[in-house]
């Protein structure tokens, strides 16, 4: 069997109904696949204004033209919904080898739409499509859940994408892991899923995935596998991973600390990718036909029994991966811990119970914060809330995931659990979500990328600093940043619907090389221009999307903190964000009204019309 | 001097290019599911074990074939299943003490590694210079080692 797919799978979860349907070939052409693809579709079929918690929502897993292709780092799935923690359209991307397996089975693209009755489990075996009882897996961790349908269905290939505990308990920044270790993980997708009734997806796929001309494409694969090889950042990416990036942030006062309350972390060498690789990694781990393996297979230290804090027995691990930067920035700097040990272990529990560490530690920050200013008092939590705790910091991940005892206040985010306790200050995040790892006040152009990014707070719809710290450039100016953003954000958004990692365009192999891989894949004559214009077609559709569900300008914008108050000390002393010099600039590059509304000649011109 | 695959399962990190390679060679698309050189995955010990056949020199897959199926490649000196000849009667699977002779869903009929006629789709794939292609003493002899190296660790952790 092979297959160039183009078919999708539509499942009605709440009357148990499974069909195959031809995925539209205009709009395969005009958005790839992936995140454009699947963002069209959203458009087209959901009312933006829906609960993203309700039956009402869908839930599409989408791969792109390269997913199961040689191409370097073929390996992406694309979830894309109205997000939990967001209320906005989201789209949050996963590695591994679920993707690939997915099209193997001869499926571009999985619509879930409904509740199931109970709890349930989707198992794709190529063409044997059957929706299972999965009552026998609720309440079981990510490694658990993955042991068990493999063992249950006897095949050893089988990949699989679950929640955890944290996404049956509709913890708002709740993940869908595949891999065990890979998380489709921000905006709370693993709430939507888990508000479905749907424990997993388990994939065998036992087809080949076919291109149009082979040999021009095993052409463009080797020539982008060459310019990838030497490249320093390819070598980088392999060597230390992504917490190499905590000694560049901590430089430029960019490492947000406690809560964004400092721009640079006094235990940031403990965490970052050299300590990571000469004390703790074991081995580097590929995803799916990634040259690159910038995963980290990490053991804990000799001292970190006291760290087995948790009271559940079942997440005594003492073995798992990471921590990339986001995490050791989250589950360290942000919330003050420097213990390696302790963000070690507080990663690999997001990762079982299904969380977005980011998120997670963010809002644990949050808490913190009113913590140590008093607002939220001894009475109300098990353990002390004093950042730098890794205790505080291990226990509270797990109580998070399971809703137990405050975690259950924690697990709404951050900025519900500021509102509730009335210091919506507290809350760092645009959107309802929280920032990753680079304090805006340290790169002026993360902060435009953050207050428009359609998924709320993200670093990876447009990476500033690499940009901002090279040609001359002061990361402290908000001139040519919003111009920059736009560019960056079309071209990493076209990057993200052909199913390929973004790590590659810091590889080596940027956009312009996946250009005529996905040309021969897919027999269409594509440019870098028509790529481009894809990215920002589909960067409208969100925008359309999101306005429709009720955002306006008004939520792109950024937290008190980052626009009035500089930080006292480090490079970045004295430094606020000037959005308001930034995001007119924006909207006009965008060619969107004053307002933030994409115009008619605009969507004309990119074929939106009739949206 | 033959040439010979030698693995080095210490710099394999799971991407799976060795099976697109294969499975390319074998099919024309991408299916890992039906390459000859299989990754296997041992999370736990994160540790990924690319292994194909060996090409014996006394090749049990060959001496247990009734129609003389397997042959000997003249170029690579790879066993080679003769397909023409091969009746899928599954003894060479059977016989195999490694478990790396195929039976192919379409055909019914026995696949195994044949080294690309000597120029080896996996060795060239292998971003990590995991699986190599070269002259070697004999085949499998990267296997000594690593059966050494597996045995001291298994004496660290347990002891004689």
Known sequence: MTTSTGRLLRVDLTHGRVAVEPIRADWQRDYLGGRGLAARYLLEELDPRVDPLSPGNKLIFATGPLTGTPVPCGARYMV?????????????????????????????MVILE????????????????????????????????????????????????????????????????????????????????????????????????????????????????????????????????TAATIDMTQAFGGLPTRNFLEGQFEHYENLNGTTIKETRMVANKACFACTIACGRVTRLGE??????????????????????????????????????????????????????????????????????????????????????????????????GYREGFGDAIAEGSKRLGAKLRHPEVFMGVKGQEFPAYDPRGFQGMGIAYATCNRGACHLRAWTPGFETSGGRDPHVPEGKSEWVVHEQNRTTAHDSTGTCLFTGASGGALEALVPCTSAARGVAYTIDDFVKIGER???????????????????????????????????????????????????????????????????????AST | MNQALTIVPDKCTGCMQC?????????????????????????????????????????????????????????SGAKVVVDRLCIGCHLCTIACPFGTVFTLPQSGKAAKCDLCHGQ??????????????GASSRPGAWLDSWAAKVHRSHVAAFGE
């Open chain 2, 120 to 133: 080896p789709a996996c060795a060239a794939a292998c971003p990590t210079q995991a699986i190599q292609f």
């Open chain 1, 538 to 608: 589909t960067w409208n559709v969100e925008r359309l999307f999101n306005l429709a569900a009720g955002l306006t300008k008004a939520d792109d914008t950024l937290p008190r903190r980052l626009l009035q108050e500089p930080h006292k000390a480090g490079p970045s002393a004295g430094v606020v964000v000037d959005l308001d010099a930034m995001l007119p600039v924006y909207y006009r590059e965008r060619g969107w009204s004053e307002e933030g509304v994409p115009g008619r000649d605009k969507l004309s011109e990119l074929g939106l």
């Open chain 1, 114 to 241: 409904g509740r199931a009755p109970r709890p349930t489990c989707l198992v794709i075996r190529d063409e044997r499509v059957e929706l299972r009882d999965a009552s026998h897996l609720w309440g079981r961790t990510v490694g658990e859940t993955e042991d068990g349908l493999r063992r249950e269905l006897g095949i050893p290939g089988l990949r699989v994408a679950c929640i955890g505990p944290a996404g049956e308990r509709l913890v708002r920044f709740a993940c869908i892991m595949n891999d065990r270790h890979r998380a489709a993980g921000r905006s709370g997708v693993g709430a939507v899923m888990g508000s479905k009734n749907l424990k997993a997806i388990a994939v065998r796929g036992t087809g080949g995935v076919a291109v149009a001309d082979p040999a021009a494409f095993m052409k463009a694969v080797w020539k982008m596998r060459d310019r990838m090889q030497n490249n320093p950042g390819r070598i980088s990416f392999t060597e230390l991973g």
């Open chain 1, 80 to 108: 894309v919904t109205k997000g939990a923690l967001t209320d906005a359209i989201t789209t949050s991307n996963s590695g591994g080898h679920w993707g690939p397996e997915l099209r193997f089975a001869g499926y571009d």
């Open chain 2, 19 to 75: 099976e697109l390679a294969c499975s390319y060679v074998q099919t024309g698309t991408f299916a890992p599911s039906q390459s000859l050189m299989r990754v296997s995955v041992f999370d736990e010990e994160a540790s990924y074990a690319p292994f194909t056949c060996l090409q014996c020199d006394e090749a049990w897959c060959m001496n247990a074939c009734p129609v003389n199926a397997i042959a000997i490649d003249a170029a």
């Open chain 1, 303 to 400: 001292h970190a029994g006291k760290y087995l804090v948790n009271t559940h027995p079942r997440n005594w691990q003492a073995a798992g991966e990471g921590p990339e930067y986001e995490n050791a920035w989250a589950l360290g700097a942000d919330v003050g811990v420097g213990d390696l040990d302790a963000v070690l272990k507080a990663n690999w529990l997001c990762n079982d119970l299904g969380m977005d560490p980011i998120s997670m530690g963010a809002s644990l920050a949050a808490a913190m914060e009113l913590y140590e200013r008093g607002v939220i008092t001894d009475a109300e939590v098990e353990v002390p809330l004093r950042f730098g705790s890794a205790e505080a910091l291990v226990r509270m991940v797990e109580a998070t």
